[in-house]
């Protein structure tokens, strides 16, 4: 089945710096990569996604990449601030019914 | 519309008494799933349902059992309760085309 491995577990940046998060995964039959962000004592919510016929997609601050090659793909947030403080989470699966396999996530600490 | 509800939101349990842990979707998808989250393990799979009537087991279903009582309701149940089910429970559901959307959670502690 599919693994998914999410590096670094914790990252520390100063505010208005750049984040990367970075998830290989093994299946490559996976074609559907969502990423999600935890805060604390709350549930997952998804704030970006991107299929296996695109190598990027952006949302204002955030960005994601992928190598369908490599089986990698990266989360980037740009001019982080206090409130992109979080745990983040990446995830495979082929698109439909197939369940998530998440990445173990990263702590990200944006310090003032 | 609610989303996906989940209760309890917090439950002590002693070693070996059992629970059931309800989750409940007003999103009117066909799948549904149960995860458990513990420190540094991600979210893993425990069962899913990929339709009303359909069940199967995730990548850690050992100690658990699950229910899918109608297209709304996925119910897990911990029959005989130890400390290692000690975790925060997320139930998501989700339909083909669109993103899994998860609960709140329950968080559980098994002493």
């Known amino acids: 089945g599919e693994n998914v491995e999410q590096h670094p577990s914790t990252l520390s940046v100063q505010e208005g710096d750049s984040a990367v998060i970075k998830c290989t995964y093994s299946d490559s039959a996976s074609n559907y990569f969502p990423w999600y962000k935890q805060e604390l004592g709350k549930r997952p919510q998804l704030i970006i996604d991107?299929?296996?016929?695109?190598g990027e997609k952006k949302d204002q601050r955030i960005a994601v990449t992928l190598n369908k090659t490599a089986k990698h793909f990266s989360l980037h947030i740009t001019e982080t601030q206090p409130e992109d403080s979080a745990v983040y989470f990446c995830?495979?699966?082929?698109?439909?019914?197939?369940?998530?396999?998440f990445g173990k996530g990263t702590r990200l600490s944006v310090i003032a | 519309n609610a989303g996906v509800t989940q209760t309890p939101k917090f439950q002590v349990l002693k070693t070996g008494q059992s629970m059931t842990l309800q989750c409940a979707q007003d999103m009117n998808h066909n799948s549904m799933y149960w995860y458990r989250q513990d420190p540094g393990m991600g979210l893993r799979l425990i069962y899913y349902?990929?339709?009303?009537?359909?069940?199967d087991k995730g990548e850690v279903p050992n100690g658990y059992n699950v229910s899918r009582l109608n297209k709304r309701e996925f119910s897990l149940r911990l029959e005989s309760a130890a400390p290692s089910q000690t975790s925060v429970y997320f139930c998501?559901?989700?339909?083909?085309?669109?993103?899994?959307?998860f609960g709140p959670g329950t968080r559980l502690t098994v002493t």
């Open positions: 998501a559901s989700s339909d083909p085309g669109t993103v899994p959307y």
């Open positions: 349902s990929a339709s009303e009537g359909t069940t």
């Open positions: 995830a495979a699966a082929p698109w439909g019914n197939t369940p998530l396999v």
């Open positions: 991107i299929r296996s016929n695109v």
